[in-house]
């Protein structure tokens, strides 16, 4: 079974341009995450898909962030125009339900805006 | 607004060794509580989780404690090996998951 997977591994983008993230998650996962990790600082909660809904977008830090899930499969989150604290590695993680289930984590995008 | 604090930031012990790490949360409605380790340049994976109708959980030299009254929980591993070298995040959840800043776990040889 593939995990779930993100691209690209790693973005360098100058502040003012757009960028768009991807995330695969597990097949049949209704449940899909974001998060974004600061460099020292904690995994923070970004949103929430099931299915192609948002369930809990309240960690979105602004209207810079665009995620979209489209049929409930792939999601992309988009960051335009990026800002230089826009900086970090962006985690996508997926599960089979919410609740107690395990969230499967992708390997992360690092997100670097000069 | 919700948080966890997640102590030591760093940790090293000698191989062998016990490391604990140590959480506290701050909604008294979380009720689930899942580790997950980052080995370097990996993805970050659940190792052990909690429910808070449970005190305690282990899983071969991995345990994980929990205390609602006081609203903290720990880690332990037991005779640490050089492959328990990672980030570790603690985190707690009610309606989403909110994670620690993590500790890095450093096993010395």
């Known amino acids: 079974e593939a995990g779930v997977t993100q691209f690209p591994s790693h973005s360098v983008i100058e502040k003012g341009q757009t960028v768009t993230l991807r995330c695969d998650p597990i097949s049949g996962h209704d449940n899909l995450y974001w998060y974004r990790r600061v460099m020292g600082k904690e995994i923070k909660f970004l949103l929430h898909?099931?299915?192609?809904?948002?369930?809990?977008e309240s960690g979105m830090p602004n209207n810079r962030f665009l995620a979209e899930r489209t049929g409930g499969t792939y999601s992309t989150l988009k960051v335009q125009p990026a800002e230089l604290e826009d900086s970090g590695v962006y985690f996508c993680?997926?599960?089979?339900?919410?609740?107690?289930?395990?969230?499967?984590f992708g390997p992360g995008t690092r997100l670097t805006v000069t | 607004g919700e948080n966890v604090e997640q102590h030591p930031s760093t940790l090293s012990v000698q191989e062998g060794d016990s490391a604990v790490i140590k959480c506290t949360y701050s909604d008294s409605a979380s009720n689930y509580f899942p580790w997950y380790k980052q080995e370097l340049g990996k993805r970050p994976q659940l190792i052990i989780d909690i429910r808070s109708n449970v005190g305690e959980k282990k899983d071969q030299r991995i345990a994980v404690t929990l205390n609602k009254t006081a609203k903290h929980f720990s880690l332990h591993i037991t005779e640490t090996q050089p492959e328990d070298s990672a980030v570790y995040f603690c985190?707690?959840?009610?309606?989403?998951?909110?994670f620690g800043k993590g500790t890095r776990l450093h096993i010395l040889p």
């Open positions: 993680a997926s599960s089979q339900a919410s609740g107690f289930d395990e969230q499967y």
């Open positions: 898909f099931v299915k192609e809904s948002k369930q809990d």
């Open positions: 985190a707690a959840r009610h309606d989403k998951i909110i």
